[in-house]
T-cell receptor
Framework: AQSVTQLGSHVSVSEGALVLLRCNYS??????LFWYVQYPNQGLQLLLK??????LVKGINGFEAEFKKSETSFHLTKPSAHMSDAAEYFC????????????FGSGTRLLVRP | NAGVMQNPRHLVRRRGQEARLRCSPM?????VYWYRQLPEEGLKFMVY????????ESGMPKERFSAEFPKEGPSILRIQQVVRGDSAAYFC???????????FGPGTRLLVL
């Protein structure tokens, strides 16, 4: 069975500081991995995805994530936080079977202090 | 190109009533997924449909919930005899083919009084 664990339900950083949101996955087959962002009362927007090509994936808004098979991790980073980055971030995994349903982590709320 | 549309955005129902949630996928997308987000939780998969077919309903509650995606028109998630525990945000996502990225709608927030 697949699962996703996001360490830290809340992360607080100062504006301009490094953002690091952690995601570990469990999958018996090579996974596809995703990071989505959710702003209040809105749907989910795709930040980036890993589909077995390059292990370092660059996404929108300056975010990137690195797939580390040995650590079963897919942590999300951004060198310098902006106030507009404050939102909830979800890591998700899917597998290459017939349904491609997404299995989500419980989310990490990012707070950015001025 | 319009994104995934969901309506209504907010829905209030009393216990025992029926709730119908609609999802219009992006143009050219024939795969629809429904997810439920309970307060302070992540999204949970409910059902995956292609046009006129249910492909995977492993996340659907056994009773009161049903989904369809007819040849013409939007996908419908139907909840009969709603209970307070059904209060949640329901998100629809669509993709052009099954292994492609899923694009999410803005969600329908259901409140059961």
């Amino acid at each position: 069975a697949q699962s996703v664990t996001q360490l830290g339900s809340h992360v607080s950083v100062s504006e301009g500081a490094l953002v690091l949101l952690r995601c570990n996955y469990s999958s018996s087959v090579p996974p596809y991995l995703f990071w989505y962002v959710q702003y209040p009362n809105q749907g989910l927007q795709l930040l980036l995805k890993y589909t077995s090509a390059a292990t370092l994936v660059k996404g929108i808004n300056g975010f990137e994530a690195e797939f580390k098979k040995s650590e079963t991790s897919f942590h999300l980073t951004k060198p310098s936080a902006h106030m507009s980055d404050a939102a909830e971030y979800f890591c998700a995994v899917t597998r290459m079977d017939s349904s491609y349903k997404l299995i989500f982590g419980s989310g990490t709320r990012l707070l950015v202090r001025p | 190109n319009a994104g995934v549309m969901q309506n209504p955005r907010h829905l209030v129902r009393r216990r025992g009533q029926e709730a119908r949630l609609r999802c219009s996928p992006m143009k050219g997308h024939s795969h629809v997924y429904w997810y439920r987000q309970l307060p302070e939780e992540g999204l949970k998969f409910m059902v995956y449909l292609q046009k006129e077919n249910i492909i995977d309903e492993s996340g659907m509650p056994k009773e009161r919930f049903s989904a369809e995606f007819p040849k013409e028109g939007p996908s419908i998630l139907r909840i009969q005899q709603v209970v307070r525990g059904d209060s949640a945000a329901y998100f629809c996502a669509s993709s052009p083919v099954s292994q492609e990225t899923q694009y999410f709608g803005p969600g329908t927030r259901l409140l059961v009084l």
